[in-house]
């Protein structure tokens, strides 16, 4: 059996940034003529800072010379209160349902001396007409309306607590070491969605495939196109069973697809009521909608038999060389039990493999594809051309790094998560020829001792794994390569299907290892900006990057193909974000035929409601899991 863990809030060391239009600081791109203080990091670009020096002009032109020299570095420093990261809290606007404050909330030192030297500046500042009145009556009574309740962020206390400033920018972490991030829903109401990719063409469009064979395509706005991209609901094989690991599973868009249309798609199928294989098929997109696959255009590019239920791979993806991957699952059961040394050993057969192939043609016995000059066992008699890499037991989810965005460093790995068996789960990069080591190794450990210790097993160990402590079922990330969150570039976010943990990995570029960064969703003050959220479904099935490079993952609170309880939640540090208009994009126009569903959040700020619902899903996912396992449908993580 398992044990369901249910995911445990922390509580913030410190307070998080924010700005007063509700979104991260940021680091201005050009230096700041007005608001100096914070050109290095704060919530002003450049356009900002003029429009607070036109105000402080405009002000300082109506005054007499001697208020004038009373009143100017007060005046400046107030206004420029807009440019702090902790504008948010100075002028109570982290509600964005209630009125923002027209003067910072300031200290009550500095509130006075300011009363002495501005007071006859309010009626320039604000139109508040119960400002205006108190700053003509005492001090007591205008620094009283003016205070904070929380004496850490009036001004200038701010500036001095080394909580609030030390780590400025930086991912905000708890206690525990955590980095602390946040979601945002951005779509829901899908049944086991397994995998959400771009097509690459400019469009910017999202397609997420659902595991019983719908395939739907998400515009920029949010909205939903109301009839299908695909349905293969007719030919895939899935079930209703909780954990079914059988259904539509892959698919990539070919590199050239905005000029050739071409796709290319995995899932489950069965022959004559028995025999259960795999097919991979090419198909195209419709020659008179672009939102529509041609439902006629499909060919079997290639079709493995399954020996069982579980363990049936899934993940297509086209790698920089062009070549088309096709990662395999070791064919089921338990403990790879096939022939003398098991499937993924055994590089004569396509099971447990990392398979490469030429799809760009075909060859002259008949195959669909042509097998590229450089695979690696292309000598080998006993060994299948396909093979690119073995020893594979079912990597769930595997990605292409696109490479630091300006020193390009990374561009071209392939990192997979391998589903483990009974005490580890591993996270690989995959290289030409490189022996993954199961059955023999299991993680770091050996599984079958006989061939862990042939000296000729000359494996490639993984660069992270996890015990059965911390999950059951790794599902494969990406490695962060995206413009909104500065903070995540270069960390690999990856996470477990069954205890719904989050998790990331950063690299040493000095020795070529990585160490784990723990990820935790912000409490609730450190997401409190609108549309965010901080908590999300326990069942992570697939992880997902946009055009951009901006990272998403998906999940449901009821893992069965049939329940519409899956939704996909994208990535946000609430810590700092890039400058106002660097990740601006400009798509390629979509011409839409039908109807689009505008997209509808469903996930509330607070998770109560959503954390005992799921909770009651979770005793009776225990029980027909274990039920599902007696009948040998287990999960991926061979749940037994």
């Known amino acids: 059996t398992a044990v369901l863990m249910l995911l445990v809030s922390v509580q913030s060391a410190s307070a998080h940034p924010q700005c007063l239009d509700f979104e991260p600081p940021f680091k201005p791109p050009w230096h700041l003529e007005f608001c100096t203080q914070y050109e290095q990091f704060g919530c002003c670009d450049q ?171 998400y515009l920029r706005d949010g909205s939903r196109l109301e009839q299908p991209f695909l349905d293969l609901s007719g030919e895939v094989m899935t079930t209703p069973w909780l954990g079914d690991e059988r259904g539509f599973l892959g698919m990539a868009f070919h590199p050239e697809y905005r000029g050739n249309g071409r796709f290319f798609i995995y899932y489950s199928i069965q022959v004559n009521s028995k025999l259960e294989k795999i097919r991979v098929s090419e198909m195209k997109v419709s020659a008179h909608d672009m939102n529509m696959a041609d439902p006629y255009s499909e060919r079997v590019i290639l079709e493995i038999e399954e020996p069982a239920a579980n363990h049936n791979g899934g993940q297509l993806l086209f790698g920089l060389d062009g070549y088309l991957y096709i990662f395999t699952g070791d064919g089921g059961k338990a403990g790879d039990p096939f022939g003398k040394y098991g499937n993924a ?210 999940a449901t609170a009821y893992p069965s193909a049939m329940s519409p309880f899956g939704t996909v939640f994208k990535f946000m540090d609430p810590s700092r974000r890039a400058p106002p208009g660097k990740c601006k994009q400009k798509p390629l126009p979509v011409k839409v035929r039908g109807k689009k569903i505008p997209f509808v959040p469903r996930e509330r700020k607070s998770p109560q409601f959503t954390f005992g619902f799921v909770s009651l899903l979770l005793l009776i996912t225990l029980y027909l899991v274990f039920m599902s396992c007696v009948y040998q449908t287990c999960l991926r993580s061979d749940f037994v």
Not at 51 to 71: K, P, S
Not at 169 to 187: I, P, S, W, Y
Not at 386 to 394: I, L
């Open 47 to 217: 356009k900002t800072d003029n429009m607070i020096a036109e105000r402080y002009w405009d002000i300082i032109d109506q005054l007499e010379v001697a208020g004038y020299e009373l009143c100017a570095d007060m005046l400046k420093e107030v206004l420029c209160q807009e440019c702090s990261p902790y504008a948010a809290h100075l002028y109570d606007a982290e509600d964005p349902y209630t009125p923002v404050r027209e003067l910072p909330g300031l200290c009550f030192g500095y509130c006075s001396e300011f009363h002495a030297k501005c007071g006859h500046v309010v009626k320039y500042l604000t139109e508040n007409q119960r400002l205006q009145e108190t700053s003509a009556r005492d001090v007591f009574t205008f620094c009283s309306v003016v205070d904070l309740s929380d004496q850490d962020y009036c001004y200038p206390n701010v500036l001095k607590s080394p909580d609030l400033n030390s780590h400025l920018g930086q991912v905000a972490e708890d206690r525990g070491g955590c980095l602390q991030l946040c979601l945002t829903e951005v779509a829901n109401n899908l049944r086991n969605p397994v995998l959400m990719l771009h097509s690459g063409d400019d469009t910017h469009r999202m397609f997420i495939a659902e595991q019983v064979g719908f395939v739907w395509v």
């Open 345 to 554: 050993q055994n590089k004569s057969a396509l099971l447990g493999k990392v398979l490469r192939i030429n799809v760009d043609g075909s060859d002259s016995s008949g195959k669909q594809y042509r097998i590229p000059p450089d695979n690696p066992f292309l000598g080998d008699p006993d060994a299948r051309p396909e093979v690119y890499a073995y020893g594979v037991r079912n990597m769930w989810r595997c990605s292409v790094d696109r490479g630091d965005l300006v020193s390009r460093y990374g561009r071209g790995r392939i990192f997979c998560g391998d589903v483990g068996q009974n005490r580890y789960e591993e996270i690989d990069i995959i290289v030409k020829g490189g022996n993954y080591g199961w059955r023999a190794k299991e993680g770091f450990e050996c599984y079958d001792m006989k061939l862990c210790h042939n000296s000729s097993l000359n494996d490639i160990l993984p660069i992270f794994a996890y015990s059965h402590h911390v999950g059951k079922s790794v599902t494969g990330g990406y490695v962060y390569r995206g413009c909104e969150s500065p903070n995540l570039n270069g960390l690999y976010i990856f996470g477990d299907f069954m205890s719904g943990r989050i998790m990331a990995l950063e690299e040493d570029k000095s020795t070529g290892s990585w160490k784990e960064r723990s990820v935790c969703m912000g409490d609730t003050k450190t997401c409190s900006f609108p549309g965010l959220i901080n908590h999300h479904h326990k069942f992570i099935i697939s992880f997902a990057e946009d055009e951009a490079g901006e990272l998403y993952f998906l």
